[in-house]
């Protein structure tokens, strides 16, 4: 199984719009759990949201302002990222498991990670 992250970049103000993408290989989305996560320097690695079936959660400090989804046909999981604020800025990761979960530690596959910056 491989996941590839990718759609990182720069936004130069707070409020501006990103989509990462998460193209899984290697298995199918039934009975999975797709999970978004972000680390930033120095920090642990924080949960941001998982989607599994119609099942979707996120972390309260992107509530209303991140959307995660999938697209079957095309095996990718996004992450629709608005509102943006310095504070978002991090290396995200996607991630696989079976685990409906909120913890790092409970997926098993990652993506290589894709940089977010957020500049005010």
């Known amino acids: 199984v491989q996941l590839q992250a990718s759609g990182g970049g720069s936004v130069q103000q707070t409020g501006g719009s990103l989509r990462l993408s998460c193209a899984v290989s290697g298995r199918t989305f039934s009975n999975s759990v797709m999970g978004w996560f972000r680390q930033d320097s120095g920090k642990e690695r924080e949960f941001v949201a998982v989607i599994s079936g119609r099942s979707t959660a996120y972390t309260d400090s992107v509530k209303d302002r991140f959307t995660v989804s999938w697209d079957r046909a095309k095996n990718t999981v996004y992450l629709q990222m608005n509102s943006l604020k310095p504070e978002d800025t991090a290396v995200y990761y996607c991630?696989?498991?079976?685990?409906?979960?909120?913890?790092?530690?409970?997926?098993?596959?990652w993506g290589q990670g894709t940089l977010v910056t957020v500049s005010s």
């Open positions: 991630a696989s498991g079976y685990k409906y979960s909120y913890f790092a530690r409970d997926y098993v596959y």
